[in-house]
């Protein structure tokens, strides 16, 4: 098997794990009811860190089609290689170690992983392109 389906594969696992570390943290400010209910009502904001969680979630949600479409592409296309993966590895580690950061709120590191991420996918993008 492709290395880079195996990178989506785990990309997966951590999906799941913003999904759960947002719910989490959303269940434990507004409780059991809320998160088993319609939801409907009006909430307060969320506590930093939940917020963060959210955030954190979503900026996963917004690359993750980038990276869905370029690692199987290059698998499609035939064209992987050591570089794809080393873009592949590069993107899904530093998304996994962007959650905690951003969890935590660490400013400017955070950042640069984000920018190791793109750097990643560019390598995939690049081989994917050419």
């Known amino acids: 098997m492709p290395v880079e389906l195996k ?7 951590l999906l799941l794990v913003h999904i759960f570390a947002a719910a989490h943290i959303k269940t434990r400010q507004y409780g059991t009811k809320w998160n088993v209910g319609a939801r409907d009502e ?3 904001p969320l506590d930093p860190v939940g917020g963060r969680l959210v955030r ?4 996963f949600l917004e ?4 990276a869905i479409i370029v690692l199987l592409g290059v698998v499609i296309a035939g064209k ?5 993966a080393l873009g592949g590895w590069l993107w899904l580690g530093a998304r996994a170690v962007y959650l905690p950061l951003y969890g935590m709120g660490v400013p400017m590191v955070r950042t ?8 990643g996918l560019a390598l995939v993008f690049q081989a994917f392109m050419g």
């Open 112 to 119: 640069l992983v984000y920018v190791v991420s793109m750097v």
């Open 80 to 84: 992987t290689s050591g570089m794809t």
């Open 7 to 13: 990178i989506l594969a785990w990309s997966c696992i």
């Open 42 to 44: 009006e909430l307060p």
């Open 63 to 66: 690359t993750y089609p980038i």
């Open 56 to 59: 954190a979630q979503a900026n």
